[in-house]
């Protein structure tokens, strides 16, 4: 089986990313956070960096498993209990992880934003909302109905649920997308004009925030909208470095 450098990959990730251009939450650590014997074979890629992805990482036979959620998010010792089995994983598997948070969001082409944008035929599409000093999200223009979007919104997301806080205009025009967990950004989203925003999730506060500022919000789901880019940068590794990737799907239900 054809086997790609690890550090070749990941130099090159680094790169096509900027991660290195991005200030990030301190948990984030974009780029490698487990290093392997520095051979890949296959490629896995999810949402979620846990013990029950990594074990099914494993069970595919996959060297590396490429993330937008790492393992930093929660303290990193001791190394007792799930995270011991964990990290046992990981070393019996020879798997090295991947991660990169805010980075992907933001690609232009590869991004969670661009690609959901894409799905929901967003025109004139734009940059929007900026989260540590770059813009994160993409804001454009989509003249139907709030109904038609909540469909193709729910098509784009797989079919999942998608909660609708109907406080906005019944036709829409403007639209802001920023996929994940940026409910709380509502109020300076509204500020930049749009008439709808779309993320995976949010505080209960911000329906009457939403009511206050004449806006619709649609919640599609914080794992559901941040699918698209884990599996984007997968199959561009894959094509680059001539080694198959595998997606999966650990889906939280938030």
């Known amino acids: 089986m054809k086997a790609a450098s690890l550090t070749h990959l990941v130099n090159h990730a680094n790169r096509m990313l900027e991660i290195d251009a991005f200030e990030d939450y301190p948990g984030a650590v974009n780029g490698l956070q487990v290093e392997n014997s520095g051979k890949v074979v296959r490629i896995a890629a999810a949402v979620d960096a846990s013990l029950a992805t990594i074990q099914r990482a494993a069970a595919v036979s996959a060297s590396l498993l490429v993330v937008h959620h790492g393992l930093f998010w929660s303290p990193a010792v001791p190394w007792t209990g799930t995270k011991y089995q964990l990290i046992r994983r990981l070393l019996e598997g020879d798997i090295a992880v991947y991660s990169v948070h805010l980075p992907l969001d933001a690609h232009p082409r590869l991004g969670n934003n661009a690609l959901l944008a894409r799905a929901l035929k967003l025109s004139r599409p734009q940059p929007f909302l900026p989260m540590k000093g770059r813009d994160i999200g993409i804001r454009g223009r989509l003249g139907i109905s709030r109904s038609a979007l909540l469909e193709r919104l729910r098509m784009a997301v797989g079919g999942g649920a998608v909660k609708l806080l109907a406080c906005g205009p019944e036709r829409i025009s403007s639209v802001g997308i920023v996929t994940g967990g940026a409910g709380g950004e509502l109020k300076e989203a509204a500020a930049a004009g749009i008439d709808t925003y779309i993320t995976g999730e949010g505080p209960h506060w911000t329906f009457p925030l939403a009511e206050e500022l004449g806006v619709n919000v649609f919640y599609a789901g914080h794992y559901a909208t941040e699918t698209f880019g884990v599996k ?23």
Do not use: N, R, Y
């Not at 984007?232 to 938030?254: M, N, Q, R, Y």
């Open 232 to 254: 984007a940068l997968a199959a561009e590794l894959s094509t680059k470095f001539k080694v198959p990737w595998t997606f999966i799907d650990h889906p939280s239900g938030l």
